[in-house]
Each structure stands twice: as C-alpha cells, then as structure tokens.
C-alpha cells in the first residue's frame, strides 16, 4: 500500500520526524555493537537498547504504510532477536548485516515517500534470511519476536509537553527578516531624535521620544532573542550521522576506532548548523584516514590497538566550541615542511606552531596524504574556509605520537553581529565585536614603520598595523593620518586597523553578498544602517590571514 | 454527552493518527486522553472511571501493556472500562496473554480508521446493555 492512499498519508513528516531519530539511535548502536565484538565484549545491554526503538518503526512504518521500512526493521528485530540467544555467532558478518540495515533504514526513513523504492530493503531482507538460514539453530527455532516485546530502556524526550509546534524553517528566516527591518527603523528613529535635539535643543517631548526611542530598542532586542531562541538546534542533528561515516571510513582503512560523543545538546543556529556538516565530516574522516595509525602499529607504540576519536561540543563564553580529537600519531611535520617548501613557502624560521597552521594552506592540504582523505575531495583548506565564512575560527594542536586535535570556535547565530561601525574614506564598515579587542587613539609618534609595515606597542606586545584604506582598497590616496586603530583578533593572531571615524555599537542585521560580484577577499556580507547607507561587514579573519601569508 | 478515551502509546506518530480518527464522524468531539507510557497510562485510567474505550499498546517503556492491564485488573480498577490490546506483528501468544489477564479484545497495527470506529460501536453496545442492565 502507498502512503497516498493511506488514511494517514499527510502524517509524512510526523512519521519522519519520529522515526528518524529512532533509526539514527539504532544505527549508532550497531556501530558501537560491532566495536564491542571486536574487543570481544558481547554487548548484550547494546543488543537490548535498540528492541524498543526497533519495533516502534516497525509499527509507525506498518501503520504508515510504508512496507520496505517495516520489513527492514523486522528483519533487523528478527536477527538482534536470534543475536541475543547464547550460542549466536557474533562475528564479523553479524556485524556487518546489522550495520548495514541500520544505515538503510537510516537512508529509507529519511528519504520516506510514497514511492520507496522496495529493491533495497528486499536485498536487505534476502541477505538476513540467508544468514538466519544458515546459522545454527536459526532454522529450527525461527527468530524470536518476544524478545522485541520486552522494551527496557524509557526513551529520553517522552515526557516533553505536548505544547510543540512545528514550524518550517523559512517561516523563521522571514521573521528575522522583518525583525532586521524593525532594527534598521529603529536605528534611524534615534538617528533623527538627535538631529531634532540639535536644532530644537532639549524639551519636554524629545525626553518622551527619547524614552520611547529607548524602550523600542529594549523590545526588538527581546524579541530578538526570543526569535534566536527559536532558531537554536542541537548540535547532536549534525553529529548524528558521524558514528556510521566513521565506522564506514574505518573499514575502509583497516583502522579499528572509538567514537566518542559529547556535548550533542549544545545549541547552535540552524543556519549554523546546516554548514558545519561538511568540515565535520571531513576532520572526522581526515582523523580516521591520517591521524590514527594500523592496529599493529599501535600495539608496538604501546598504544591500545583501538584509537580513540573524540568529537565534543560546548558553549564556550557566548560561543560555541567543537573539538575533533585523536590520539593518533600528530600532525607529520618533516611531510608539511617538505611540502611547504615545495611549494615556495619558507618553513626555516617557523615554529611548531606556525608549522601547524600551514595545513590550512591551500595547495599543501589538499596535495597529498598528508592531511586529506585521498579520494574525498574537500582540503583542510577548504574546511577552514567553510568554518571561517560562517565567522568561526579553527586551530590544530598536534604532538609526534600522541595525537592531533582541531578546536572550532563557532557564533551562537549568524543573524545578527554586534559590530563596532568604523568609517574610512567616507565609507562606513562594520567589525564584528567578537574579533575587536580594543579601539585605540593612534599617536604618530607610537607607531613605527618597519619593513614598510606600521608596528606598534599593544599591551607589551609588538602587533601589526595596517592602514583599512590599503586593506580595503579605497584607491584614495590617505590625506591625513588616520587618528584611530582597531585591534582585531582572530584565534591567537592579532593586528591593527587604522580608521578615520569610530562611529560606534550597533546590532546589525548580517546581508549575504550577491554571488554575481564574486566574494572580495575581505569582505564577509553586507548591512543595511540606520541612515540606510549599506555598509561592508568586514570578514576578520580572512584579513589577518591575508597579514600572516604576507600580503 | 461528551464521550472521553484513553490511548496509551509511547509513539506520538500513534497519537496524531488516533486524534485523526478522533475527529472524524460520529467521535468529533469527544474527549481523548493520552500517556507515552505504561506507568503514565495507568495514573490516567485511575483518574478517569468514566472512559468509554482504553488503547493500550503492548510495547512500551516504563510498565509494558501487559503489566498495565495486569495490574489494573489485579486491583480490580475500573473493571467495566474496555481495554483493547494494541500489537504488532506480535506473536498470538502475547495476543493470548492479553486476553486472558483481562483484554476485551486486541488490535493489530497496521489498523485502519475503520477497525476503531468498529470497536467504539461495540464498546457503546456494551455501555448501553450495562445501562439497561
């Protein structure tokens, strides 16, 4: 029967959004159950947990309709059901049947239609057969259901409150669109307040207005929260699919490996969440593929012939900060150096540090194996660039024989950025706050010119300071000194920007560029001002990595 | 009068397509209550003596189908109320299991819309010769 002529059909997406985290839990369980078996742990608390989810699929999928789900989580039912007897041969092909049918049931649910195409699951479903037909006792006994009667584990997220509304997403998007509108309005109400005190001076109706003004701005910026709130998911619905991609790349390469998850309630802004997926993947698999060694060199490194890779998440000061980790061999510096110089770069003076970052170099990450998974595609580099564009930053830490580890450090939202607006040349620039360390009145004096580069004294150290007119490329030729310097920072790098005007504090609400015009260098998006001018929001980071690679 | 049913299931996909029957001919408008467990399920059908029809689903965390049944007919607790046991693709033992600890009767899912409207019937049935009784 097709879910279109279901009594339930429009139930679709209910079905979907109950189900598919079921299936994920399932599949992840049987990745882990495989790990155990290897390590010669029978797992049987593993084999129990999945039961009831099993069997809930099985139901919502039979009442859906939707027959190949509901064959694929019987059989997989019928096989954990024959799998929890003792005496059941829990090797390698076991594993192999379970994980596959939790990936397919995986990829079924999420792509749920009416038109499912049976072909997959009626493999599935063969291969079970097969294996229930030629193991021991299988035959005679035939799978055992009441196994899948018996649920032991209260599933979390059961006793939420049925007040859920689901909302598409785009509805959201449209919000905030009208949100920034109201900001933008707000901004040039307090714009003209001014203006009307300076020619009018102070008097009874411009303090109300200046209340009203005020109390204005309290109320977007509840509702702004509010509406951030909103947008917020876990970061669990990204990490979600990384335990069978992990698995799966560790087969391939003859890796044995632990993934260990933590922090998956942390909460990031869909649109957030929606990109990092990618470098995610990319560092996972990149860990698996380069960081973690054979087992047997493992073993004579004195290291447990499993290899532990951690991927965690936590809120970190108003950011979000996400660590890939592994306690593999580390970064091959003698390979980056080698690579670096092949291609031009000189690696003499560089430290360990220094050494590290240049795996987010294009060219040298996606040149050979020494960070990239071969036939992956995506570079470090373009990872890097990825979690950059969002306004995040990403180090490596790295040690010879003990392990590599990648930190993300992400916005909560991308929305919208408190920004210092600054102007130069006439043109007005936004500098998100969260890479402004400070704004400084520059005195010719304190600033010398070496190597053609202005160099400064901040807080006892020496830092770099650029002139925004060069950076940005005004084209006009710098009439006066420019009176302040912005210091920005990003991770542990750090420069000065030298402004004419520092207009001051603003929310702004975060424009996309338009694709046609290309993406200048060092520009991250555009916003609209209270006095409507549009301004450049100025992409940090690229800008003192454009310093550090000397250009 | 305002007929009032108790689902209990730990799927809220069940629910929504129990609110779907539920508002459909002759059961618009009646009251429905719902658990996403045994234990749950078994505070509301002590707190409702007046419930036309119970569902109760067999698997289920935190008290299964079969312990709630079992127990509410072990302390006697509203033994006119009909509970219907809900399987899949269970075994007839489990069926008969049900039947015997005190089910008036089961259902199998996939059910239609069709199959609880022919339960209700029966259930009104069974109200009505109790009234007249």
């Known amino acids: 029967m097709k879910a279109g002529e279901n009594p339930f059909g429009d139930l679709l997406q209910d079905y979907i959004v109950e189900s598919l985290p079921l299936a994920e839990q399932v599949g992840d369980a049987f990745v882990e159950l495989e790990r155990r078996w290897r390590a010669g742990d029978p797992g049987d608390q593993v084999l129990a947990s999945v039961t009831g989810s099993l069997h809930t699929i099985k139901g919502n999928s039979a009442m859906m309709g939707l027959t190949p789900m509901r064959d694929v989580a019987h059989a997989l039912e019928d096989l954990c059901g024959y799998l929890a007897r003792a005496g059941a041969s829990r090797g390698d092909e076991a594993a192999a049947l379970l994980v596959t049918g939790g990936g397919l049931l995986v990829d079924l649910i999420g792509s749920a239609s009416a038109d499912t195409e049976p072909g997959a699951a009626d493999q599935f479903m063969a291969r079970v057969l097969g294996f229930l037909g030629v193991a021991p006792e299988a035959s005679a006994a035939g799978p055992d259901r009441r196994q899948a009667e018996r649920r032991t584990q209260p599933r979390a997220g059961d006793t939420e409150a049925a007040s859920v509304v689901r909302v598409d997403f785009r509805r959201l998007d449209a919000m905030l669109e009208v949100l920034g509108e109201g900001i933008i309005q707000h901004s040039a109400l307090a714009e003209l307040y001014r203006r009307l005190l300076r020619r009018v001076g102070a008097c009874e109706e411009l303090g109300e207005l200046d209340q009203t003004v005020l109390s204005l701005q309290k109320t977007l910026s509840r509702l702004e929260s509010t509406l951030m709130e909103t947008r917020l998911l876990p970061v669990s619905t990204v990490f979600g699919r990384f335990p069978r991609m992990v698995r799966d790349v560790a087969h391939a390469e003859g890796k044995r490996v632990r993934l260990e998850v933590t922090g998956g309630d942390t909460s990031l802004d869909k649109a957030v969440l929606d990109r990092l997926g990618e470098p995610l993947l990319h560092l996972l698999s990149n860990a698996v593929a380069h960081g973690l060694e054979l087992p047997g060199d493992r073993v004579r490194a004195g290291k447990p012939a499993e290899g532990l890779l951690r991927l965690q998440a936590a809120a970190v000061s108003g950011r979000v900060a996400i660590r890939v980790s592994d306690d593999g061999r580390g970064l091959d510096q003698t390979a980056i150096r080698a690579k670096a110089e092949a291609l031009g770069v000189d690696t003499r003076a560089a430290d360990t540090a220094q050494l590290h970052q240049l795996v987010f170099v294009a060219g040298l990450s996606t040149a050979d194996r020494v960070t990239t998974l071969a036939g992956r595609g995506m570079g470090l580099d373009v990872a890097a660039n990825v979690i950059h564009a969002l306004g995040g930053t990403i180090e490596v830490e790295s040690r010879p024989g003990q392990g590599s580890a990648f930190t993300l450090s992400l916005p909560v939202t991308l929305a919208i950025v408190r920004s210092l607006i600054v102007e130069v040349d006439r043109e007005r620039y936004a500098v998100p706050l969260s890479h402004v360390a400070e704004t400084v009145r520059a005195e010719p004096e304190t600033i010398r010119q070496i190597n053609n580069q202005g160099v400064t004294q901040w807080r006892g150290d020496l830092i770099h300071v650029a002139d925004a007119g060069a950076v940005l490329g005004t084209g006009k030729p710098c009439e006066a000194p420019r009176p302040f310097y912005v210091v920005m920072t990003a991770g542990a790098r750090r420069r000065g920007l030298l402004v004419d005007r520092l207009i001051g504090h603003q929310d702004i609400v975060v424009k996309g560029l338009d694709p046609a015009l290309g993406r200048p260098a060092v520009v991250s998006g555009t916003t609209i001002l209270g006095d409507g001018r549009v301004a450049c929001i100025l992409d940090v980071v690229r800008i003192l990595e454009g310093a550090a690679h000397g250009n | ?133």
Do not use: C
């Open chain 2, 1 to 133: 009068m305002s007929e009032s049913f108790l689902v209990i299931d730990d799927s809220k996909l069940l629910h929504q397509m129990y609110r779907l029957i539920f508002s459909q001919g002759d059961l618009a408008g009646s009251t429905i209550h719902y658990a996403t467990n045994g234990r749950e399920g078994y505070g509301l059908l002590a707190a409702h003596p007046d419930l036309t029809l119970v569902f109760l689903d067999l698997n289920m965390p935190e008290m299964n189908g079969l312990e709630v049944l079992a127990r509410a007919r072990a302390e006697r607790l509203h033994s006119h109320v009909p509970i219907v046991l809900v399987t899949t693709e269970s075994s007839e033992d489990d069926e008969a299991r049900g039947l015997a600890v005190g089910a008036w009767d089961y259902l199998r899912k996939p059910f239609q819309p069709a199959d609880i409207q022919r339960l209700v019937r029966r259930a009104r049935e069974l109200r009505r010769g109790r009234g007249a009784a």
